[in-house]
């Protein structure tokens, strides 16, 4: 699978995604969209909105390779997923993050950051502001099991980063995590 890693920008340590999720989206007269999507944008898309289980495994395989060219992947504790901000059957970040730490040989930790509430989307929030309020408090950890060590965050899908933010803020002042870096499968092309 075709990737172009790009960078993701924050208050972590470093962060990337493999790459963008789509290339180009036009309106069509029914109000649809006409989406073009990347090789690797097409299978989280069909992961996670079509609940195509058969993408955990080539999208896994691809992650963990370029994880595996990242100097930083020697010192990671543990990945921990952002916990899915929707209820589904099976959730595809935990599934994703899983897969990838069993070829990497690195602790999956899926209960360590735990939601403190439910939060309205994002996608529907376009004031930054607005998104960081959203988010203020909703995250706690499990423990401060990884105080003073390194940790991989893990998201399928960078959007505009306030989630990451959020969480990341939580891991260094509540966590006294010494280092977190952040990796996501792909991001999206606007800001937002």
Not at 28 to 55: H, I, M, N
Not at 74 to 85: E, N, T, W, Y
Not at 131 to 137: A, I, V
């Amino acid at each position: 699978m075709k990737i172009n890693p790009q960078p993701l920008r924050g208050n972590w340590k470093g962060g990337r995604a493999l790459d963008l999720h789509t290339v180009s989206s036009k309106l069509r007269p029914d109000g649809g969209f006409d989406t073009t999507r990347t090789e690797v944008g097409e299978a989280l898309y069909l992961l996670k909105y079509r609940s195509d289980k058969s993408k955990i495994d080539p999208l896994a395989q691809v992650a963990s390779d370029f994880l595996r060219t990242r100097r930083v992947i020697s010192r990671i504790a543990a990945i921990l997923p952002v916990p899915p901000s929707q209820t589904r059957p099976f959730q595809p970040v935990i599934e994703l993050a899983k897969a990838i730490g069993g070829r990497l040989g690195i602790a999956v930790e899926a209960k360590y950051v735990v939601k403190t509430r439910r939060t309205q989307s994002l996608k529907e929030i376009e004031d930054t502001e607005s998104r960081k309020k959203e988010l203020r408090g909703a995250f706690k950890l499990a423990d401060r099991r990884f105080a003073g060590k390194t940790v991989l965050l893990f998201d399928d899908l960078y959007r505009s980063g306030e989630t990451l933010s959020e969480i990341t803020k939580v891991l260094y002042d509540k966590g006294d995590v010494a280092e977190v870096y952040v990796f996501t499968i792909t991001k999206t092309r606007s800001k937002r």
